[in-house]
């Protein structure tokens, strides 16, 4: 079996390290039709390097607390990536630990996903992932991506989808 340098979530979520050009033939042997960044650091791949559609950032920090709005619209985007018929939806940020893991964390929570097992779901595939980092997260910002979640994101448009391989 093959290895690549991108960690399989669900049949639509993929997670890991910064999508540079140096992992693009895994982005494309997974399929990969959409890429979020949510580093600091802008994108080195295009929409044309995939092909994909479409590559977003959203300029996260990792040493401090999401803020909610920077939050909210990185779910959104994230909402609106994977609700595309087909798509597969590469999230990341640089190293693939912090960042991208909470950000799919709280995605899949917000869409109904178990907190504790959703977090022991993406530690299974990528074992340096810390999703929920409390540096990120706190109590206040997780129950409002839950609310944002169940006003928008439910019934989820491919329930299928979010479930993990």
Do not use: K
Request: charged content about 20%.
């Amino acid at each position: 079996m093959e290895t690549l340098s991108i960690y399989p979530m669900t049949p639509a979520l993929w997670q890991g390290g910064f999508a540079s050009p140096g992992r693009l033939d895994d982005l494309r042997t997974a399929g990969v039709t959409h890429i979020l960044n949510v580093s600091l650091t802008p994108c080195e791949l295009t929409p044309a390097d995939g092909p994909f559609t479409e590559v977003v950032r959203h300029a996260l920090a990792d040493d401090r607390r999401l803020p909610e709005d920077l939050t909210l619209s990185a779910l959104d985007t994230l909402h609106r990536m994977i609700a595309v018929p087909g798509s597969v939806v590469y999230v990341h940020c640089v190293a693939g630990w912090i960042r991208s893991p909470t950000i799919l964390w709280l995605y899949l929570f917000a869409c109904g996903g178990d907190a504790r097992q959703t977090a022991r779901e993406i530690t299974s595939r990528n074992l340096g992932a810390r999703p929920g980092d409390r540096r990120l997260i706190d109590a206040p910002l997780v129950e409002t991506v839950h609310e944002h979640g169940q006003r928008h994101y439910r019934p989820h448009p491919r329930p299928e989808a979010l479930l993990f391989v």
